[in-house]
């Protein structure tokens, strides 16, 4: 099992970038796949980007390709989600979560999220 703690959220102009990061628990962080997902208010929450466990693949929502970038560094036993060129609809808060089965749009843990607001 595991927990996850992200940071890096906050205010942004369009046309910015930001960071976001996930640090997760436990010695079995190579085993998971991990994502990201966001959800705006009065929205369902929507898949972003997922990585698998060797970062050997990599999926992106339509929406964010060519602009945000998922990585993760198993010895540091994080995720990150590197965001450019940010658009006012990219504002909502943003889910980390962790995953067992091996895929992409399936996960077992989450993060707390962390608000991401891109001024016009």
């Known amino acids: 099992q595991v927990q996850l703690v992200e940071s890096g959220g906050g205010l942004v102009q369009a046309g910015g970038s930001l960071r976001l990061s996930c640090a997760a628990s436990g010695p079995t962080f190579s085993s998971y796949y991990m994502g990201w997902f966001r959800q705006a208010p009065g929205k369902e929450r929507q898949f972003v980007a997922g990585?698998?466990?060797?970062?050997?693949?990599?999926d992106y929502a339509d929406s964010v390709k060519g602009r945000f970038t998922i990585s993760r560094d198993n010895a540091k036993n994080t995720v990150s989600l590197q965001m450019n060129s940010l658009k006012p609809e990219d504002t909502a808060v943003y889910y980390c979560?962790?995953?067992?089965?091996?895929?992409?749009?399936?996960?077992?843990?989450w993060g707390q999220g962390t608000q991401v607001t891109v001024s016009s």
């Open positions: 990585i698998s466990r060797y970062s050997g693949i990599k």
């Open positions: 979560a962790a995953g067992s089965r091996g895929d992409f749009r399936r996960y077992d843990y």
